[in-house]
């Protein structure tokens, strides 16, 4: 009997060998296997991640008008006479405006050149024209201290009044329909764009831009960020 019983203890000590090598051959496969699989549901998630979406529909861009890509716009009226003033591109990114800095009557513009000041904070944006004339006319609800006419950019709160010198040249330069739509699109896209990670803070409960977005962007040099954006 003892030597039966020798021989039990080995063979108790083998299959305790045989179990632990099991264990090891079947753990090995099921680790790769659940660590694989993870990995493969991130790299899921990150494949089917939503891109945020482009910024259409956040600036306004009406039919009758002609923007200068530094974000000024004219719109010709039937006395001979162009109406002048700021895109929403330009009022949603420097506002809020407590004023803006208009020429004098008489003044001479030239297209693509500086014509009035947008005030905001304790700084000034410099704004460029889009047409060649003389100012005939300001918007009295504008100036140093009145910026009532603010909320309605291509209606009351236009800018100013300009007897065209060059009005067909000037209009080949200007955006409109929907080659300015797409411009606009693509010019929110690059903001938004500047604006990541910091999207979240800067959109409104309704998913638009906040009134003033250079300033919530850039709190200590907004005005570098809009003169880059209004080309001047």
Do not use: C
């Not at 039937?78 to 803006?100: C, E, N, Q, S, Y």
């Not at 979240?200 to 962007?217: C, K, R, W, Y």
Request: charged content about 25%; cysteine-free.
């Amino acid at each position: 009997m003892e030597p039966h019983g020798f021989v039990g203890v080995y063979e108790a000590k083998a299959l305790e060998y045989l179990i632990a090598v099991l264990y090891l051959l079947l753990f090995v496969p099921f680790w790769r296997f659940v660590n694989g699989g993870r990995s493969a549901e991130r790299v899921a998630q990150v494949r089917v991640r939503p891109r945020p979406a482009p910024a259409r529909g956040w600036f306004s861009v009406p039919d009758g008008v002609g923007f200068h890509p530094g974000h000024s716009w004219a719109r010709a009226e039937g006395d001979g006479v162009v109406t002048v003033g700021l895109d929403d591109f330009a009022r949603k990114l420097v506002g809020p405006i407590r004023g803006v800095r208009l020429p004098t009557t008489g003044t001479e513009l030239a297209q693509g050149e500086t014509a009035w000041s947008l005030l905001a904070d304790s700084r000034a944006v410099d704004m460029l024209s889009p047409v060649d004339g003389t100012v005939v006319a300001l918007n009295p609800e504008w100036g140093e201290g009145g910026g009532a006419a603010d909320g309605d950019t291509y209606g009351e709160g236009w800018l100013l009044k300009v007897r065209p010198s060059r009005l067909a040249a000037n209009a080949k330069q200007l955006l409109s329909g929907d080659v300015a739509r797409r411009w606009m699109e693509a010019v929110g896209d690059s903001l938004r764009a500047r604006m990541s990670p910091e999207l979240g803070i800067l959109l409104q409960d309704g998913g638009q831009p906040v009134n003033g977005i250079a300033q919530e962007l850039e709190p200590e040099r907004w005005d570098e960020v809009a003169r880059a954006f209004l080309l001047s």
